[in-house]
């Protein structure tokens, strides 16, 4: 059973950086690929990040250029580092692996999630 925790989100000014964190517990780097998605107050979640077993990553065209997704292996966390935030950037920020080779967009692929971690951005 995979587990996971986000960390490191909070309140940031526009122009700003965060770096988001997720701890996986029960991980396996090799039949895990991993995401990250956002979702905010009545809206459906948004695919932000992905990182293959192969280590191939892709990103989504609406943070391209500002956010980069990484994992380290040896300590089974995955990373989201966020630059140039803007006020709609805010949202709550999920952690989210597959029993797969090759994540997906879908959030229905997914068979794990974390709790979540709140990113706001001000203006």
């Known amino acids: 059973q995979v587990q996971l925790q986000e960390s490191g989100g909070g309140s940031v000014q526009a122009g700003g950086s965060l770096r988001l964190s997720c701890s996986a517990s029960?991980?396996?780097?090799?039949?895990?690929?991993m995401g990250w998605f956002r979702q905010a107050p009545g809206r459906e979640r948004e695919w932000v990040a992905t990182?293959?077993?192969?280590?191939?990553?892709n990103v989504a065209y609406s943070v391209k250029g500002r956010f980069t997704i990484s994992r380290d292996k040896a300590k089974s966390t995955l990373y989201l580092q966020m630059n140039s935030l803007t006020p709609a950037d805010t949202d709550m920020y999920y952690c989210?692996?597959?029993?797969?080779?090759?994540?997906?967009?879908?959030?229905?692929?997914?068979?794990?999630w974390g709790q979540g971690t709140q990113v706001t951005v001000s203006s």
């Open positions: 029960g991980y396996s780097s090799s039949r895990h690929c």
């Open positions: 990182i293959d077993t192969d280590g191939t990553t």
């Open positions: 989210a692996a597959a029993d797969a080779l090759r994540c997906s967009m879908w959030s229905g692929d997914y068979n794990y």
